[in-house]
T-cell receptor, first 113, second 114 residues
Framework: KAGVTQTPRYLIKTRGQQVTLSCSPI?????VSWYQQTPGQGLQFLFE???????NKGNFPGRFSGRQFSNSRSEMNVSTLELGDSALYLC????????????FGPGTRLTVL | DQQVKQNSPSLSVQEGRISILNCDYT??????FLWYKKYPAEGPTFLIS?????DKNEDGRFTVFLNKSAKHLSLHIVPSQPGDSAVYFC?????????????FGSGTQLTVLP
């Protein structure tokens, strides 16, 4: 069974640009969550999608948005990039929403110059 | 304001000895706790969890202890192996309600020396 895949793995952007990251969950999983990992801050929850609906959102500005498609694939968008957005963005999938075990992808390393 | 804290950014342990990783939380509403392990260039992988109705959960070499009154949990790895060298994250959640939001600590880098 293929794991969670994230594309691209690495990305370099400049301030003010926007970026879209993609996550394909494990086949059959319907819940996708996104996290931002920065040094010293651990993983910070961005949002969770289940059946194309955003179920929960973390404490991030509106520049961070996401969506989920009918095949459970999810995209995350960050507009008007700032230097502080440089981070590893991880997505995790699980069968259902709630406290199901989450399976993480390898992440997308975003560098904002 | 970090609700989940891992105050030790790093820990070194000799192979075969016990590794003890600690985690403190401030939100008394948290009632479900998890530990994840992360190798470089990989996403975190789930290790073990514990509900607040228990004070201990064991899975092979890994045991998690929960002290609700102290709002403290710890992960014990016995015996430690070089392959256990990784970053360990503790996470907490409120299990009631339909939405799930894991709050993670900042991680502890464990190095097991051969």
């Amino acid at each position: 069974k293929a794991g969670v895949t994230q594309t691209p793995r690495y990305l370099i952007k400049t301030r003010g640009q926007q970026v879209t990251l993609s996550c394909s969950p494990i086949s059959g999983h319907r819940s996708v969550s996104w996290y931002q990992q920065t040094p010293g801050q651990g993983l910070q929850f961005l949002f969770e999608y289940f059946s194309e609906t955003q179920r929960n959102k973390g404490n991030f500005p509106g520049r961070f948005s996401g969506r989920q498609f009918s095949n459970s694939r999810s995209e995350m968008n960050v507009s008007t990039l700032e230097l502080g957005d440089s981070a590893l963005y991880l997505c995790a999938s699980s069968l259902f929403a709630g406290l199901d075990e989450q399976f993480f992808g390898p992440g997308t390393r975003l560098t904002v110059l | 304001d970090q609700q989940v804290k891992q105050n030790s950014p790093s820990l070194s342990v000799q192979e075969g000895r016990i590794s003890i990783l600690n985690c403190d939380y401030t939100n008394s509403m948290f009632d479900y706790f998890l530990w994840y392990k992360k190798y470089p260039a990989e996403g975190p992988t789930f290790l073990i969890s514990i509900s607040s109705i228990k004070d201990k959960n064991e899975d092979g070499r890994f045991t998690v202890f929960l002290n609700k009154s102290a709002k403290h949990l710890s992960l014990h790895i016995v015996p430690s192996q070089p392959g256990d060298s990784a970053v360990y994250f503790c996470a907490a959640a409120i299990s009631s309600g339909s939405a799930r939001q894991l709050t993670f600590g900042s991680g502890t880098q464990l190095t097991v020396l051969p």
